[in-house]
């Protein structure tokens, strides 16, 4: 009897080799799918995708240069049918619309990796999109509110380093009233009680890092 044919070809891309091997024993456990290919950081899984054509890629959020929602838009623009899935430790709302507007067609968490992996990968490779019941939940809670628009970001982000709103606002070349009136924007936006609390649900929700 003739060994069935790997079928589904996986590209892995995550900057922890343990990471990787970890994903790529899953993959290679399932008798239709095989690794294609394996990368470390964003640009490399860009060529791999290039060079191997996979029919599914697992891109990590988190990587050095070029992180995972740059290589999804590049791998994209590229390739516009591209299956193409992000991996990440993180739920906030703001990456998740991110991967999504990006072109990402699965938003897996590491922590629930093995069988919605699986789950995702062959949905993936049929042409069809996968987001575990909680991330479809996050979809439809945040679809229609309000988001911080890029300025806004941009305050949120110098007052986590700390920054306070007069050094907001030589640094954006603002009045220190007019920091005050964004800040009051945020906190209501974000469901905040203050300015501390602010940048916790920011760091949370995704849409700044420290």
């Given at each position: 009897?003739?060994?069935?044919?790997?079928?589904?070809?996986?590209?892995?891309?995550?900057?922890?080799?343990?990471?990787?091997?970890?994903?790529?024993?899953?993959?290679?456990?399932?008798?239709?799918?095989?690794?294609?290919?394996?990368?470390?950081?964003?640009?490399?899984?860009?060529?791999?995708?290039?060079?191997?054509?996979?029919?599914?890629?697992?891109?990590?959020?988190?990587?050095?240069?070029?992180?995972?929602?740059?290589?999804?838009?590049?791998?994209?623009?590229?390739?516009?049918?591209?299956?193409?899935?992000?991996?990440?430790?993180?739920?906030?709302?703001?990456?998740?619309?991110?991967?999504?507007?990006?072109?990402?067609?699965?938003?897996?968490?590491?922590?629930?990796?093995?069988?919605?992996?699986?789950?995702?990968?062959?949905?993936?490779?049929?042409?069809?999109?996968?987001?575990?019941?909680?991330?479809?939940?996050?979809?439809?809670?945040?679809?229609?509110?309000?988001s911080l628009s890029a300025r806004e970001?941009?305050?949120?982000?110098?007052?986590?380093?700390?920054?306070?709103?007069?050094?907001?606002?030589?640094?954006?070349?603002?009045?220190?009233?007019?920091?005050?009136?964004?800040?009051?924007?945020i906190t209501a936006k974000l469901g905040?009680?203050?300015?501390?609390?602010?940048?916790?649900?920011?760091?949370?929700?995704?849409?700044?890092?420290?």
């Amino acid at each position: 009897m003739t060994e069935t044919h790997k079928s589904i070809r996986v590209l892995v891309a995550d900057d922890h080799p343990l990471m990787r091997e970890g994903i790529a024993a899953v993959i290679d456990s399932q008798p239709d799918m095989e690794v294609a290919g394996e990368a470390g950081d964003g640009a490399e899984a860009v060529r791999l995708y290039r060079a191997l054509r996979p029919d599914v890629a697992l891109i990590d959020l988190q990587m050095p240069g070029m992180n995972g929602i740059e290589a999804i838009e590049a791998i994209r623009t590229e390739f516009p049918d591209a299956q193409l899935a992000i991996l990440t430790t993180y739920r906030g709302d703001a990456r998740l619309l991110h991967a999504v507007k990006a072109g990402a067609r699965a938003y897996l968490l590491k922590s629930a990796l093995r069988k919605e992996l699986c789950e995702a990968i062959r949905a993936l490779a049929a042409g069809r999109r996968y987001f575990a019941p909680e991330i479809a939940a996050d979809i439809a809670g945040i679809v229609g509110q309000d988001s911080l628009s890029a300025r806004e970001v941009q305050v949120l982000q110098l007052l986590a380093r700390g920054y306070s709103n007069r050094d907001v606002g030589l640094a954006l070349n603002l009045s220190e009233d007019t920091i005050k009136g964004y800040l009051r924007t945020i906190t209501a936006k974000l469901g905040a009680n203050n300015r501390t609390h602010a940048v916790t649900i920011g760091i949370e929700r995704g849409f700044i890092d420290v």
